[in-house]
């Protein structure tokens, strides 16, 4: 409603005093009594609507207050009294989170959510949300079970099998040679590293390079989270050099910990150098310390087989010995939101009867997703994953897609052109790993790029686009394929 009064407040007319104008306001009690907003209260309820309409009433009193409104464009603005409320309604009666359409080409965009989850994983959260479940109970032996079993044998095919080589797969093989490598699962990966260190390394000290010392998006800073988990930090190296001798250096009777933080979000190129992961887990080995690596993203696929190098594999680092990874559900696992835990199974054994762990469980739900994702991976099904599936898109499949939509877009005003450009994986993933990609980049007659932008955001569902020199990019890698008819909908709708 505010910008239809606005308009009247450079109109130089001569205001009324405005304690008339107030005089003139209905009370709520006399809004309600209209007939129209007693209708709305049939279908809204009583309380939302005396909710509405005393806010409808407050912003009008406002803008006398300020001066904004005259007789007439009082006059106007209760003609449209009860318009006004039942808009009001509608924004406080619908949902704030809503889809959107990524449209900006960061798969792991953590703005917008990050990972899209997988159908089977949408299909076993509503199961598993709208009935009962086994949760935490054993169903063959009729008593209480724990709720960490229904991902637990996935991550040991996935990791334990991996790591220890095929064929342990029966379960008198499995009795015989009990995992070595076990996974448990919280919140998201700073409850994890949380979790971790104060496990670990509560009261003593944890070694880490300071080319480490990352702070991740959403003030996620390994210094404060040390301190948080009770433990020491004890940096060693430079920023841009750190050695195995440094870290050899810094040991003393109170070290509990060799850390390594990988650098999700930048890079540090140049004079630069870093402990090998092989040289640090021989280190570890020699004088007894575990050593724990934040992987963040932290992939369970192998991300060279598509192109993308330099993100560090949680199997790759198991297999190297490192003792406890941590990583996220929902980056490059393409999985529910989570923090995993990974290694030792004996180390895990303590973090699990921690009384953090106790609070920083997920619940079914998340259970659930991740039971689902874990099995397309079992299954090999990649595809299945739709973060996997937008990385394994191709830069002509993508063009020939952005070429059908342009083709059916009806804007005259507008120019459509595909180009070459990159996508990004984001959340933190292989900062310089990038996708080629062909991209829609529109101009619009009379429209700025910001303008034509924020028009896409405001359509429905919004989608999000990037600007670049003057222009709007739309990289089709993120926006799936039953969302392309949405997006022409919104360009020819927008600008016409
Ligand atoms: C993303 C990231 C985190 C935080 O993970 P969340 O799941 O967002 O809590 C921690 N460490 C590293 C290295 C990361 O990349």
């Known amino acids: 409603m505010r910008s239809s009064f606005s308009s009247w407040d450079n109109l130089g007319v001569k205001t009324a005093a405005p304690s008339e104008l107030f005089r003139k306001l209905p009370s709520v009690d006399d809004v309600m009594h209209l007939p129209a907003v007693r209708a709305l209260a049939a279908s809204y309820g009583h309380d939302s609507v005396v909710d509405a309409a005393r806010l409808v009433l407050a912003r009008l009193r406002e803008e006398i207050a300020s001066g904004l409104l005259d007789d007439d464009a009082l006059a106007l603005a209760l003609s449209g009294l009860v318009g006004g409320v039942e808009n009001q309604l509608r924004q406080a009666l619908s949902y704030s989170l ?295 898109l191709s830069k002509e499949a993508i063009g020939e897609r952005a070429e059908a939509l342009a083709a059916q877009v009806n804007a005259p005003k507008v120019k459509l052109e595909v180009i070459d450009g990159e996508s990004i994986l984001g959340g933190g993933a292989a900062p310089s790993s990038v996708l080629p990609t062909r991209l829609l980049a529109l101009t619009c007659e009379g429209l700025r790029a910001d303008e034509l932008a924020a028009r896409l955001r405001g359509s429905e569902p919004p989608i999000i686009a990037r600007v670049d020199e003057g222009r709007v990019l739309l990289d089709l890698r993120t926006v799936s394929s039953g969302q392309d008819a949405a997006v022409v909908a919104a360009l020819s709708r927008i600008v016409a």
């Open 98 to 392: 809503r889809p959107v359409i990524n449209a900006t080409g960061v798969i792991l965009h953590t703005n917008l959510g990050r990972a899209p989850l997988a159908e089977a994983a949408i299909e076993h959260i509503r199961e598993t949300a709208a009935s009962y479940s086994n949760l935490e109970f054993d169903l063959a032996a009729g008593t209480r079970g724990k709720r960490d079993v229904h991902v637990d044998r996935l991550f040991q095919r996935l990791l334990d099998e991996e790591v220890n080589g095929r064929g342990v797969t029966s379960a008198e093989a499995r009795r015989q040679k009990p995992p070595s490598v076990s996974t448990i699962v919280v919140n998201n990966n700073a409850a994890a590293v949380l979790l971790a260190l104060n496990t670990i390394a509560e009261g003593g000290e944890v070694i880490v390079s300071r080319g480490e010392l990352v702070e991740i998006g959403g003030s996620f800073r390994i210094p404060d989270v040390m301190a948080k988990s009770g433990a020491i930090l004890r940096e060693v190296g430079t920023t841009n050099r750190t050695r195995t001798s440094d870290y050899e250096g810094a040991i003393t009777e109170r070290t509990r910990l060799l850390l390594r933080v990988h650098r999700s979000n930048f890079e540090i190129t140049g004079f630069t150098g870093q402990a090998s992961t092989g040289e640090l887990v021989a280190l570890a080995r020699r004088r007894g310390i575990p050593l724990m690596e934040d992987l963040g993203s932290g992939a369970l696929l192998d991300l060279r087989s598509i192109g993308i190098g330099g993100e560090p594999g949680v199997l790759d680092s198991l297999r190297s010995s490192v003792d406890i990874v941590t990583y996220s559900g929902d980056k490059l696992l393409g999985g529910p939101q989570a923090g995993l835990i990974s290694g030792s199974a004996e180390l895990i054994a303590r973090m699990r009867s921690n009384s953090l762990f106790r609070a920083l469980r997920v619940d079914k739900l998340i259970y659930a997703a991740l039971e689902a994702t874990l099995l397309a991976y079992a299954r090999r099904d990649h595809d299945a994953i739709p973060t996997l599936r937008m990385m394994r």
